[in-house]
Structures are given as C-alpha cells and as structure tokens.
C-alpha cells in the first residue's frame, strides 16, 4: 500500500518517448515519490481516414513499437514502471488516477486539434482538483522565448529564422540526475501489443531501404553517434542532404525526432559539441537550419489552425482540385509518366521512407502537374511514413501545393530533377528494375 503522505505522479508519454531530455519526466520525478508511466496505442491512430487509408501504416507501427520497448525498458532501469493499453486515453487515465492515487499528470503539450481534442477529454474524465502539468518539449525554440505572438509568427521562414537566431538562445537540456529510490510496486499485466494486435501482418524489411533503423531513444543516440561522431558525416551534410540511395546520404534523425524518442534541443547541443570538437561550417548549421524549419511549421500550425488542414489552406486559396481515383491510383503504384516519380514512390510503398528530395517531387507533381487534391497525398504520407510529423508533413504538402508558406508557388521540373540529382539513373535502377 501507498504510504498516505507519498505523492504519486503519472507520466502520460504521446510523442515524447524518451527519458532523457524528458521535461514532463524530469519534474515527474523531481515532485513525487512514486511514478507511474502509461502509453496508449489510441485505436483512432489506426483507423482509416476519409481519404481511405489508415491514419498509422505498417512501418510506422513496427517503429512505434520498437520505441515503446526501449522506453518501457529503460523507465524499468529508473524504476518506473510503463503500462501499455491498446485503448483511448479518456477511457482509462481515470481509472488509473484513482487506482494509483494520482496526485498529478505530466504530459507534453499539443495545440492540433485531434490531439487538443483528446487532452480535453482526459482533463474532463477526471477530478477538476487533479493538476495537469504540460511542457513543450517537441520544439527547439520555447514558446516563450521566441521574438513573436502566436498570432504574429511571420508568414516567411526567413522572417521567422533571422529573429529567431538572433533573440533566442536555446535552453540546456533538462537532464535526468536522480532516479527513484525503489521499484514501483505495482503488478504490470499490460503489455506492448503486436502487429497483428494492431491489424498488420507481419513483413520482412526490404533490403532496398535507405532506413533500416529500429524505433526507440537508445536507436536514436545510436545513430547520432554514428553520423555525427564516428562516420563524421555530419561535416558534409550540406552536400550530400539531396542524396538518394543508401543511408549516409542525410542524418535520417527525422524518425525519432517525430515520436519523441530524442528531443530537438539534444540533437542541437551534439552539433555544437560536434563543432567544438571538430569543425564548424555550413553543413554543420544546416543541420540546425532543418530543425528551424521543423519548428517553424510546428508554430504555424498555432497560428493558423484548422487551416493547416484544409483545402484552401493557409492562404485560402480557391484552386481547382481533382479527385481522379485512377491518377491517385498510379501515384501511389509507380505507375505515373515520370520514372523518377514512379521509383520515389515505390520505395515509400515497400518500405516507409522516401528522400526529402523525392518528396518534394513526387508531391509537386500530384498537386501541380495532376491537380489532385493536396490533402490526399498528406494523407498517404501521413500512412506511410515512419518520420511522418503532422506539422511537418501538412507543412510542406500545403508549401509545394502552392497554398502555404510559399509566396514564389513553384513547381517542380521533375525530369530535370531526376537528371540533377539521378543523373546515371542508378536510384530508377533500384526500384523500377
């Protein structure tokens, strides 16, 4: 039994599952004696969305539940013990707040609506005396130290990333120094479901990927290591960030980053240590100039909304769209008129990972070149992808289709691309052969 005077905190991880650099688990710890982690693999993120494919595909899943083995193991290694429910969040924090005698609930902070939506909920499930303690811990800039009101974030990334780096310092990171002093005593029946649990057969990875990674916090430091420390590819990412085949091309760290299983702001500080140890030069910064991007569609999303997702747009624009099942169709299949479209998507189908230059092709030509309705390629993506970021990925479909934060609203010469960046055609090769 609980001793009455003990405080009990629950940690509710969603999109932050790491321990390290962990704000919500950090003061966790820091304010209770006993702490109790849960994650909830939210049927909702499996279902199928009105465009007809299931919000979370197989790569994604078998990633999440890689990353949710890691931090269940490594929560154990701080003695904290990580439930697992295959079930809404409103339908059982509740429960679990009564069961454990929960004093307060640590989570990261959400502003989309979907994920709003279901923190409302949780909140509404339970005592209105329970607090709730959320931070932003998915950003590299903290809200409240950037230069702009949420309402005033510029409409240009430049805008945004000139004031930014000027006025904002980035904060240390929120290290772990202590662990609790014993074992949770609680009895754990929950358990991690599997592929089939979730509605996927299980697959073999393709030995064509470009990103043969496992999910979880110990992959992500792993692979950092690697690209950053041992391989020194960081030095050259600038230069080889457009490449296309194998998995040096670029640092590939946008997977972990997108369900949390390494923070922003570590990735940050290792490239300054990088710097220090080694060199300082423009691939360097770009690294970090990626993360400024990711942050910079993260505050547009709460700034515009809703607006992220629909049609118009940000911008609101009235263009003509088209809805054709057969173009989609052949999109999707590699089967379009372009080879370098057709290989793009190909190794998104079979394996959960395309290139950013490849993305940015293979969307330009589904809103720009077909017409289609831009919301249908996001929602693919959003399927497929295993580094799939709601911010980043309507961000970005909304830049290329020319109704977000592009005021140029450019289209893509997909065959001269193909000629720049395949220019002996060996990544066609891969898969149209």
């Known amino acids: 039994m609980q001793n009455a005077k003990e405080k009990s905190g629950l940690v509710w991880f969603t999109n932050n599952l790491r321990v390290y650099e962990n704000p919500a688990l950090k003061y966790a710890i820091e304010d209770n004696d006993r702490v109790i982690g849960v994650y909830f693999f939210d049927p909702r993120h499996f279902a199928e969305t009105k ?7 197989c790569y994604r899943a078998k990633f999440l539940i890689e990353s949710i083995s890691q931090l269940k193991k490594n929560l154990e290694r701080i003695n904290i013990t990580l439930l697992v429910y295959l079930g809404k969040p409103e339908d059982q924090i509740s429960f679990l707040v009564k069961e454990f005698q929960i004093n307060a609930v ?21 005592s209105p005396t329970l607090s709730f303690k ?26 945004f990333r000139k004031k930014c ?36 057969n299980d697959f073999e990875i393709d ?46 760290l946008s997977a972990w980053l997108a369900n949390g299983s390494i923070s922003p702001k570590y990735i940050y500080w290792k490239v300054k240590e990088f710097e220090e140890k080694y060199t300082k030069n423009e691939s360097t910064y770009w690294l970090i100039f990626e993360l400024i991007w990711r942050d910079f569609f993260k505050y547009t999303s709460m ?34 008129k372009e080879p370098f479209v057709n290989a793009n998507m190909l190794e998104l189908k079979n394996t959960g990972w ?50 977000g934060n592009d005021p140029r609203d450019r289209k893509f010469n997909v065959q001269l691309q193909a000629e720049r960046y395949d220019p002996d055609g060996e990544y066609q090769k891969l898969w149209l052969n």
Request: charged fraction near 25%; hydrophobic fraction near 30%.
């Open 51 to 57: 465009f007809g494919f299931r919000k979370t595909g």
């Open 106 to 126: 640590f989570f990261q902070k959400e502003w989309t609506s979907e994920e709003d939506a279901v923190i409302r909920n949780v909140k509404k499930s339970t």
């Open 134 to 159: 959320g931070f932003y811990s998915q950003l590299l800039f903290h809200p409240d130290d950037i230069p702009f009101g949420k309402n005033s974030i510029p409409y240009v990334f430049t805008d």
């Open 165 to 200: 780096e000027k006025y904002c310092d980035i904060k240390p990171l929120e290290e772990l120094h202590t662990k609790l002093p014993y074992e949770n005593n609680i009895e754990n029946t929950t358990s991690i479901p599997s592929l089939r649990e979730l509605g996927f």
């Open 207 to 252: 030995k064509r990927t470009a990103f043969p990674f496992t999910g979880g916090e110990n992959s992500a430091k792993s692979r950092l290591e690697d690209y950053f420390f041992e391989s020194k590819n960081l030095a050259i990412y600038k230069k080889t960030r457009n490449g296309l085949l194998g998995t040096e091309y670029s640092s590939k």
């Open 303 to 336: 700034k515009y909304g809703n607006d992220f997702f629909k049609i118009g747009g940000i911008l609101k624009k009235d263009y003509s769209w088209h809805n054709n099942q057969k173009w989609i169709g052949q999109w999707i299949n590699g089967e379009t």
């Open 354 to 403: 395309m290139s950013n230059r490849g993305r940015q092709n293979v969307a330009s030509y589904f809103a720009k070149e077909l017409h289609l309705d831009w919301r249908i390629g996001a929602a693919y993506f959003e399927s497929l992808l295993i580094d799939y970021d709601v911010h980043s990925n309507y961000g970005n479909w909304m830049y290329v289709a020319g109704v």
